[in-house]
């Protein structure tokens, strides 16, 4: 009975031993510190792996331009050479098995995220091989409200129909 | 004897020799070691957003909301942009709708309709993570769940996430949320999955007027690399010592 | 589909897109919880170390309550976490950096620390109680029951000589004197889970932690001395319907509850005076100072948050109980009154850090408001709305009558 004094102590350190085994168990085995130190590395390490698989969903021009060659190559001659297919067609993922078709957006409102005219939107546009151009800006009440502007305006090359 | 002796001394040279060799080996093996050679090699992600391009489409902030797979109608988003009018009171009106996922097609910062000739100047500032090399929400988190990548990218472990919420507050940008489906932290990590395969993040891919540029830092060459380097950009939030690795061009000191 | 804390949340001017009120009630009731812990223990320990003899009964009916607060206390943050289950992780995987996770340790040190001062002090009524029953033959089932129970809880200790006893006494006194800066350091975390916050202007102070202590020891004596007398009006009522010879008389409760109640209330009114010197100097500093985030502050604290903070907290919750326990002969109804001001108080200072720390945005060009759900319509409104906060309120309550079961708090008086 001599060391009764000690018995809530090893109570205890029986418990953080309870801790360590089940963090022995429950613990990925490549959790530990990483290439920033303990302060900003300290993680699961194949969790970066889990992140690098992760879906890929706009694969850009890149991909659309082996089957469709000639529309691809309209866009990359017009002023709209920039503007990538999947901003309107949206992603395209594992098209053409999944989703077969891409569902093309073609409302008034997409195109005025650009084309609306706004006091501060810069008017300079500097992005094409060609030399810089001006945007074109239209008020959206009074240049043919209502109407989709695909009606009149061909996309792909910038132009009218 | 002294054959005996001779052939001692040199089974002992040949054991150290092989040790030592043999250490030296494990020792340049060890992860640290090679961590270290391959930081050499160099590679730090860094990002340079011209506000004096962006027009405040929104384009990548949908882009990025369909690559990510951040639900469309919720109002969070790993990147946004912002709108700031200033009028000639002195007037403030800065805004992000649905953080501009429909982009700005009307003349309404706050609200409110402002005549042309009553403003002093206007922009749009694209936001997203600014991958800190100090990143305070990867110091508070209690159980290691964020991280940093040696290639600078703050990453989030969804399955080791307890949502505690405190990475959230200490993000001194507004950068991380709650994912609305899997209920941890979520936060803008320069589309890994792309970068990590020589593509460029969804953003920017999906803009049209070169306002967003990632690079490599340490390559002197690199393009997003000169500007850094030859131009005069600026961080947001400096004071807060987070050293963030997104680099403005055309900062305005209203800018929040 | 919404994302967590955009239902309690509304936006006014200029917010960032993916802000909301993220840290919501429950994170205001982890603070009050863990700080009673604290001042609980810190009371308890005002006897036991610096032999402060008017408070024994309050010390003893302290480290008990202490001890069932300690359970409540970590309740509110699991109830916040998205994912409860893996708050386990804190312990696996610590990282020491967040305060978040020192906490884990401290407050794990801290319970060990009470539960052993706990054991030492009741070891004597354990194998009292387990000792006949160990000799007993064929004990009933409920006897089985009691027997393990207290036989557990001797540890297989069975020696009460003086001698023995001796040691115990002083091993409380250690334990008690390790306790006090444990319990500081405990909730001086807690503090610095919001002092530490750069990105916070409402909560970056190193002076966050030390407030945090000095309102835990307020709002923990409060609690006990309002627990106290509650338990004491129980036994008086009791004493009035079955009275026995041997019984003390209600006047000596009377005597001794009224005695104990001014004693504490002394320690009390001084904590209380550090507690609002270091809120009045944080306030005065930085509007002295003035930094660039002042502007949004000042319309914070003087405009929307006014009541909040200068009615409820200040008024109502420092002045008006200093005030009360000041005039001379303190009445037990006047120290109720008082008493439950003073935990208003203090509730309403960490919801001004909590929620106040939140009203604003990291713009500091735009507001939050925080609206408490009241009525639930589904698991996470209750929990993280007035429901899950009562029951975190009540369940010390009810841990305490529980232990008083096993622990005979107030036995020394029913002896006397």
Known sequence: ?161 | ?256 | MEVHGEIWTLKELFVYPNEYIYWSIQIVMYPFMTGLVAGAFVLSSLYHVFGIKELKDMAKFALVFSFALLFAAPMPIVLHLQYPFRGINVFLTPHFTSAIAAFGVVFFAYGAIVASEIWFFYRKHFVEVALPLKEKRDKTLLEWIRFIIFHTLTLGAYDISEESLKKDEKAIKILAGIGIPVACFLHGYAGFIFGSVKANALWMTPLMPVIFIMSAVVSGIALCMLTYIVVMEIRKVRLRSRRRPWMVSIEEVKGVEISVIRMTAKYLLVFMIFAITLELLDLIFRGYTAVKHWDILRTVIYGRDFTQIFILQYTFGNLLPFILFLLPRLSIRRAITGLLLVLMGVFMMRWNVVIGGQAFSLTLSGYMDYILPIVPHNWETFKEGIGGALGILIMPFVLFWIFSKIFPVFSSEESH
């Open chain 2, 1 to 256: 004897m002294n054959q005996s002796r001779r052939e001692f001394l040199k089974t002992g040279f040949k054991t150290i020799l092989a040790t030592g060799f043999s250490i030296g080996v494990f020792e340049t093996l060890r992860p640290e070691v090679l961590a270290a050679l391959k930081k050499e090699e160099g590679l730090r992600w860094a990002f340079v957003v011209d506000t004096t391009k962006c027009i405040g489409c929104g384009m990548c902030v949908k882009a990025c909301k369909l690559e990510n797979e951040i639900p469309y109608d919720v109002n969070v988003t790993r990147t946004w942009v912002e709108r700031y009018v200033m009028t000639k009171d002195g007037r403030i009106y800065a805004d992000s709708p649905k953080g501009a996922r429909d982009g700005f097609i009307k003349n309404d910062p706050m609200g409110v309709t402002v005549k042309k000739e009553d403003i002093d100047k206007g922009f749009f500032v694209p936001k997203l993570c600014n991958q800190c090399e100090n990143p305070p929400c990867v110091q508070v988190c209690p159980v290691g769940a964020t991280y940093q990548t040696a290639d600078g990218i703050v990453l989030v472990d969804r399955t080791w996430c307890i949502g505690c919420g405190y990475c959230i507050m200490a993000c001194p940008y507004g950068v991380r949320f709650f994912h609305p489906v899997y209920r941890v932290a979520e936060k803008c990590n320069f589309c890994y999955h792309r970068i990590k395969k020589d593509m460029k993040p969804a953003c920017v891919d999906a803009c049209s007027f070169g306002a967003r540029l990632i690079g490599n830092i340490r390559d002197p060459w690199d393009s997003v690399s000169r500007i850094i380097k030859t131009e005069r950009t600026a961080v947001l939030k400096e004071e807060f010592g987070t050293k963030p690795h997104v680099f403005y061009l055309g900062l305005d000191s209203i800018v929040r």
């Open chain 1, 1 to 161: 009975m001599k060391g009764h004094v000690f018995r809530p102590l090893w109570v205890t350190l029986g418990l953080v031993g309870l801790i360590f085994i089940a963090r022995y168990f429950i613990v990925p085995p490549d959790f530990g510190i990483g290439e920033r130190g303990y302060m900003y590395g300290w993680y699961r390490k194949g969790n970066e792996e889990e992140w690098k698989a992760f879906k890929i969903k706009h694969n850009t021009m890149q991909y659309c331009k082996d089957c469709h060659p000639d529309q691809s190559k309209k866009i990359k001659a017009s002023k709209h050479a920039k503007v990538q297919c999947e901003n309107c067609h949206g992603p395209s993922v594992d098209h053409p098995e999944k989703p077969q078709k891409l569902n093309i957006n073609r409302d008034r409102e997409l195109c005025l995220r650009c084309h609306a005219y706004l006091p501060y939107r810069p008017a300079r546009y500097a992005e094409l091989p060609t030399g810089a151009i001006t945007l074109k800006m239209q008020e959206p009440d009074q240049h043919n409200p209502g109407i989709e502007c695909v009606t009149c305006h061909s996309v792909h090359d910038a132009s009218f129909k």
